[in-house]
Nanobody, 115 residues
Framework: QVQFVESGGDSVQPGGSLRLSCAVS????????MGWYRQAPGKQRELVAR???????IYEDFVKGRFTISKDDSKKMVFLQMNNLKPEDTAVYHC?????????WGRGTQVTVSR
């Protein structure tokens, strides 16, 4: 049974920073590509960033230069450092493989950016 448990979300002001964590359990090999996704109210879930088995990272344009994805395979953890947050970053953030295991979405962690 695969499980993703996200944490670290909070309410911050524009320009603030947060670090999200994702604990991965179950039969997930480190060769999988891991991704962070987000879903804003009334919008579809979208990919934010992904990290490959060799730690190569890829970012969507709307977070380039602000977000950093990383992982610790030994601890089965995936992280998302978010800097210079903007109100449009407000969403529930999820981690999953990329492409995602559609039956195993976690609850996510809420990030709210407002004054």
């Amino acid at each position: 049974q695969v499980q993703f448990v996200e944490s670290g979300g909070d309410s911050v002001q524009p320009g603030g920073s947060l670090r999200l964590s994702c604990a991965v359990s179950g039969d997930i090999s480190s060769v999988f590509i891991m991704g962070w996704y987000r879903q804003a109210p009334g919008k579809q879930r979208e990919l934010v960033a992904r990290i490959e088995s060799g730690s190569n990272t890829i970012y969507e344009d709307f977070v380039k230069g602000r977000f950093t994805i990383s992982k610790d395979d030994s601890k089965k953890m995936v992280f998302l450092q978010m800097n210079n947050l903007k109100p449009e970053d407000t969403a529930v953030y999820h981690c999953n493989t990329n492409p995602p295991l559609t039956n195993f979405w976690g609850r996510g962690t809420q990030v709210t950016v407002s004054r």
